[in-house]
């Protein structure tokens, strides 16, 4: 099995897809990143763009990712179903 050092860590972990994202673009196929540095790079930056959802998870007492997913399924809801009209019969959607 081959291994390669991740460009991060300096780690020598085998080259398999459960150490390293794959990537068509590189030689190897896979990333220069491990999967732990490129999740950790991923949330530093995260957390710094972010900053006003962690005051918030702070003062709801709140895990800061779940405001996240909240938000989105918010921002994706288009309202309330009309129910008020009768369903047609035929096809059985609001006519």
Not at 53 to 60: D, K, N, Q, Y
Request: aromatic share 6%; proline share 8%; charged share 20%.
């Amino acid at each position: 099995m081959t291994e390669k050092p991740c460009s991060s860590c300096k780690k020598l972990l085998p080259l398999t897809t459960d150490y390293y994202p794959a990537d068509r673009t590189t030689s190897s196929g896979f990333r220069g990143q491990c999967r732990s540095c490129k999740n950790a790079a991923n949330a530093r930056c995260w957390h710094k763009k972010n900053p006003k959802v962690f005051e918030r998870a702070s003062v709801l007492n709140v895990d800061p990712h779940m405001l996240v997913m909240v938000g989105a399924a918010l921002r994706m809801w288009k309202g309330p179903v009309n129910r008020t009209r009768p369903l047609s019969p035929v096809i059985g959607v609001a006519a």
